[in-house]
């Protein structure tokens, strides 16, 4: 009787075993680069701005640099490892400088960029959770030029919307499913602009160019 218990009893637990299933692993999703996001950057700006004279041909260069703080938009869409999109930004600059004005050493010429901002498409690879990308697009931004001090019956001072292109290039690293880090190199050259006799020359027009290099660390959030 112990006997034929024990063998039940042993029978059951063997049924019993086969009641659950075996665990299967489901491999998890590959991470996607797709879809809208925005975020904030700092950076650092450096370049030139060139004051030439229409009427007398005096170049009077000044060589610029600062910081910069700023926002992102944008949207991505992924192609097995590429990577397409549009983006947007805009930023506060303090990247300025001064020199003295050339063929007048008793004049001090400004030269600041205000703002500065992109439209521009964005492309690259994917590697799994690192994209490395490049962009290239439209390029905006203020300028202000000034000179110090006043030359007679001049205002001292010109500022202007510049518009140009820009070429760069960074990566950018998923730490979580939806907030990522970058680092991007831009170069911004802007078309010339012209400041009126009598805001920073007295003896006729001044041709206004200018270029900067902008290094920049951001973090952006994907929704």
Same mark, same amino acid.
């Given at each position: 009787?112990?006997?034929?218990?024990?063998?039940?009893?042993?029978?059951?637990?063997?049924?019993?075993?086969?009641?659950?299933p075996p665990i299967i692993d489901i491999p998890s999703?590959?991470?996607?680069? #797709?879809?809208?996001? =925005? $975020?904030?950057? *700092?950076?650092?700006?450096? +370049?030139?701005?060139?004051?030439? &004279?229409? !009427?007398?041909?005096?170049?009077?260069?000044?060589?610029?640099?600062?910081?910069l703080l700023g926002g992102t938009v944008g949207v991505?869409?992924?192609?097995?490892?590429?990577?397409?999109?549009?983006?947007?930004?805009?930023?506060?600059?303090?990247?300025?400088? #001064?020199?003295?004005? =050339? $063929?007048?050493? *008793?004049?001090?010429?400004? +030269?600041?960029?205000?703002?500065? &901002?992109? !439209?521009?498409?964005?492309?690259?690879?994917?590697?799994?959770?690192?994209?490395?990308?490049?962009?290239?697009?439209?390029?905006?931004?203020?300028?202000?030029?000034?000179?110090?001090?006043?030359?007679?019956?001049?205002?001292g001072s010109f500022s202007s919307t510049v518009w140009?292109?820009?070429?760069?290039?960074?990566?950018?690293?998923?730490?979580?499913?939806?907030?990522?880090?970058? !680092?991007?190199?831009?170069?911004?050259?802007?078309?010339?602009?012209?400041?009126?006799?009598?805001?920073?020359?007295?003896?006729?027009?001044?041709?206004?160019?200018?270029?900067?290099?902008?290094?920049?660390?951001?973090?952006?959030?994907?929704?």
């Amino acid at each position: 009787m112990v006997a034929a218990t024990a063998g039940v009893s042993s029978a059951s637990a063997a049924d019993f075993g086969t009641m659950y299933p075996p665990i299967i692993d489901i491999p998890s999703a590959p991470f996607s680069w #797709s879809g809208f996001y =925005a $975020g904030v950057y *700092a950076g650092y700006g450096a +370049g030139r701005a060139t004051s030439t &004279g229409v !009427a007398t041909g005096s170049v009077s260069p000044v060589d610029v640099e600062g910081a910069l703080l700023g926002g992102t938009v944008g949207v991505n869409t992924q192609f097995d490892n590429f990577v397409v999109g549009a983006e947007g930004d805009l930023a506060w600059s303090g990247v300025k400088g #001064s020199a003295t004005c =050339a $063929g007048a050493p *008793a004049y001090e010429c400004h +030269g600041t960029l205000d703002w500065a &901002g992109s !439209a521009k498409l964005r492309g690259g690879i994917a590697l799994d959770r690192m994209l490395v990308f490049g962009t290239a697009g439209l390029a905006v931004g203020g300028i202000t030029a000034s000179t110090n001090p006043a030359a007679p019956a001049s205002s001292g001072s010109f500022s202007s919307t510049v518009w140009g292109w820009t070429l760069g290039g960074g990566a950018e690293l998923a730490v979580t499913d939806a907030v990522s880090v970058k !680092a991007e190199y831009a170069y911004y050259d802007f078309a010339t602009v012209q400041a009126p006799i009598n805001t920073i020359a007295n003896l006729g027009a001044s041709d206004i160019k200018s270029h900067a290099h902008m290094v920049k660390l951001g973090l952006n959030y994907r929704f």
